[in-house]
């Protein structure tokens, strides 16, 4: 599977992304979540961003991800805490229940991972039927000079571990998901630091279910 950030690179990303915690999309997440007693799947979480900031606000969170490090690295933050699970596997082969979770968050996974489709069954697989997504990622809006830079950067190999992301379009990348979801909030994020890609922020829902927000 592609997009695991293993290694000391794991350790770098916890340390530099600290700035996780707050910001935007964790302001977007808190937004959208309204009760106590959610049972949540924090799937492809990294070294633990969210479940820090959701694990005193819910039911149950359980952290998903395929890198050994970035579970050891979560297993020391929240090992401690009994409502909290840290599992190791494959995001698109996570051996967790059928129609589980209240909530599944995405943040910023999407991008790292070429099988977008199989991921996203595996989402709708662990879901409840009246659950919801929290979906945060990017598209590309200047698509051709996006991956020239990733062909460059591949070529030359800057970094030993340099860590290809796989960024569709905005057509693509929203035609898959409302292939497999009902769309009920969108936000786009203003982000200025890359020109070639824009970030955003959804709500998501089971296809054909009438119910409220989460």
Same mark, same amino acid.
């Given at each position: 599977?592609?997009?695991?950030?293993? &290694?000391?690179?794991?350790?770098?990303?916890?340390?530099? !992304?600290?700035?996780?915690?707050?910001? *935007?999309?964790?302001?977007?997440?808190? !937004?959208?979540?309204?009760?106590?007693?959610?049972?949540?799947?924090? /799937?492809?979480? &990294?070294?633990?961003?969210?479940? %820090?900031?959701?694990?005193?606000?819910?039911?149950?969170?359980? &952290?998903? +991800?395929?890198? *050994? %490090?970035?579970?050891?690295?979560?297993?020391?933050?929240?090992?401690?805490? %009994? !409502?909290?699970?840290?599992?190791?596997?494959?995001?698109?082969?996570?051996?967790?229940?059928?129609? @589980?979770?209240? $909530?599944?968050?995405?943040?910023?996974? $999407?991008?790292? /991972?070429?099988?977008?489709?199989?991921?996203l069954d595996e989402?709708?697989?662990?879901?409840?039927?009246? &659950?919801?997504? $929290?979906?945060?990622?990017?598209?590309?809006?200047?698509?051709?000079?996006?991956?020239?830079?990733?062909? @460059?950067?591949?070529?030359?190999?800057?970094?030993k571990d340099y $860590?290809?992301?796989?960024?569709?379009?905005?057509?693509?990348?929203?035609?898959?998901?409302?292939?497999?979801? +009902?769309?009920?909030?969108?936000?786009?994020?203003?982000?200025?630091?890359?020109? %070639?890609?824009?970030?955003?922020?959804?709500?998501?829902? !089971?296809?054909?279910?009438?119910?409220?927000?989460?």
């Open positions: 599977m592609s997009g695991i950030i293993n &290694g000391k690179r794991a350790r770098e990303y916890d340390r530099l !992304n600290r700035h996780g915690k707050s910001g *935007p999309y964790t302001q977007f997440i808190l !937004n959208n979540i309204r009760k106590k007693n959610l049972v949540i799947c924090d /799937l492809c979480c &990294g070294s633990g961003f969210t479940i %820090e900031i959701l694990h005193q606000r819910v039911k149950q969170i359980d &952290g998903i +991800d395929a890198s *050994p %490090e970035m579970i050891k690295i979560c297993e020391e933050k929240f090992g401690r805490y %009994e !409502n909290v699970n840290i599992k190791s596997g494959a995001a698109v082969d996570t051996q967790l229940k059928d129609n @589980f979770y209240n $909530l599944v968050i995405l943040r910023m996974a $999407l991008h790292h /991972l070429k099988e977008k489709q199989e991921l989402v709708k697989r662990i879901l409840k039927q009246d &659950g919801s997504v $929290l979906l945060i990622d990017k598209f590309c809006v200047r698509t051709m000079a996006y991956h020239l830079k990733e062909i @460059f950067r591949l070529i030359f190999k800057f970094k $860590l290809e992301h796989v960024v569709w379009s905005k057509d693509k990348t929203f035609n898959l998901i409302k292939k497999n979801f +009902d769309l009920k909030i969108l936000n786009i994020v203003d982000k200025k630091t890359h020109k %070639e890609t824009q970030n955003f922020m959804m709500v998501l829902k !089971n296809k054909n279910m009438d119910h409220h927000l989460i």
